[in-house]
Every structure is written in C-alpha cells, then in structure tokens.
C-alpha cells in the first residue's frame, strides 16, 4: 500500500470517527494523534510510581511544545494549537457544547507525516492528573495542562506512530490515584 493510499485510508477513518462522535459532543470533543514529548516523558517518570506526574498549570496563550512539531495553548475560551501543516486551530470550552459540570474526555487526531497527534479536553473536574490512550500497540499516557485556579476543564496531548492497522480503542480520564474519572470510546467506520 503507497504512503498516499495509507494516509487517505487513515483520514478517513478519522473523519469518519469524528463525524460520528460529533452526535455527542459532550463526550467525544474531536480526534487528533501525537507523540508524548520527552521533556514530559521525564516528568512523568520522576513521579512515584503510585502518583500521577503533577498536572502542568499554564499562563492563558503560554505555548506548550507538544511534539510532532505540535504548539498547544490554552485561554479561557478552549484549547487552540497549530501544526507544521495546518494554522491556528481551536476547540471551545465555553460555547455550550461542553457540559463543565460532568466529567468527560474527548478527543481529536491528525495526521502529521508518520505520525498521529492525539489531544483533547476534559471536563467536569480540576482532580485530574492524567490521561491514557489505549492503543492497538499498547498504552500512551499523555500529559495534561490546565490554567490556573479551578477552571473545570484542560487538555491533554498525545502522539503515536501512523500505521495501517493503528486503532485508538479507550481514552480513559485518571486522577491522581488511577481511578477512573471518565473514558470514551472513539467510533469505528
């Protein structure tokens, strides 16, 4: 299979899933993939092995490198980020279509050469200490930042290697013990 016919077959699977998940916005926000940078990797490692890495509070438009060439940044309206290949783009926290008052995660994917750039929102709590992407090749934890104070929502981001067989199954919303916040299955075409 060319790089082309692959990257054709893995966007549309992708749009498909975020048509679907569209349908329930509360819950499945978008879908992008990402690797985990390792300058958090690090951080996350330094972290007992029974506590979460600390959750990195951000200025509003501090710009985060998130891998894969990806800037991340949050203001009190949402998520925005860019990437090699596309401008700004944006998720809004505040708009109604999120309920802040429950907890949820979602998710977006691109596709950035390579590789997938996973990141989302979630919602519904200030508890939360990370975020784990069930991959068809194994678990991705991905790092979370947040602004300061008790606004009820963040982000998180992620990115995995692009492959024709790579499927996002979970993406499970932790607090600092591990247990369960909210998941989220992404829908299959």
């Known amino acids: 299979m060319t790089r082309l016919t692959r990257t054709k077959k893995c966007a549309a699977a992708v749009a498909i899933a975020a048509a679907a998940m569209?349908?329930?916005?509360?819950?499945?926000?978008?879908v992008a993939p990402m690797r985990v940078p390792a300058e958090a990797?690090?951080?996350?490692?330094?972290?007992?092995?029974?506590?979460?890495?600390?959750?990195?509070?951000?200025?509003?438009?501090?710009?985060?490198q998130a891998g894969a060439g990806v800037e991340i940044w949050l203001t009190e309206e949402g998520?925005?980020?860019?990437?090699?290949?596309?401008?700004?783009?944006?998720?809004?926290?505040?708009?109604?279509?999120?309920?802040?008052?429950?907890?949820?995660?979602?998710?977006?994917?691109?596709?950035?050469?390579?590789r997938c750039f996973l990141s989302g929102l979630y919602?519904?709590?200030?508890?939360?200490?990370?975020?784990?992407?069930?991959?068809?090749?194994?678990?991705v934890t991905a790092p979370l930042v947040r602004l300061p104070g008790s606004p009820g929502w963040g982000?998180?981001?992620?990115?995995?290697?692009?492959?024709?067989?790579?499927?996002?199954?979970?993406?499970?919303?932790?607090d600092g013990r591990g247990k369960k916040i909210a998941s989220m299955t992404p829908s299959r075409p």
């Open 22 to 30: 569209a349908a329930v916005p509360a819950v499945a926000q978008a």
């Open 155 to 174: 982000a998180w981001y992620a990115d995995v290697p692009l492959h024709d067989d790579l499927t996002i199954d979970r993406v499970t919303l932790l």
């Open 79 to 114: 998520k925005h980020w860019s990437t090699p290949e596309t401008g700004h783009q944006f998720r809004s926290a505040v708009d109604g279509n999120l309920d802040l008052r429950h907890p949820s995660v979602g998710l977006s994917t691109e596709i950035l050469g390579d």
């Open 41 to 64: 990797q690090g951080r996350q490692a330094e972290a007992p092995a029974n506590e979460a890495a600390p959750v990195r509070v951000v200025a509003p438009g501090e710009r985060v």
């Open 123 to 139: 919602t519904g709590t200030d508890h939360a200490r990370s975020v784990v992407v069930s991959t068809g090749d194994g678990e």
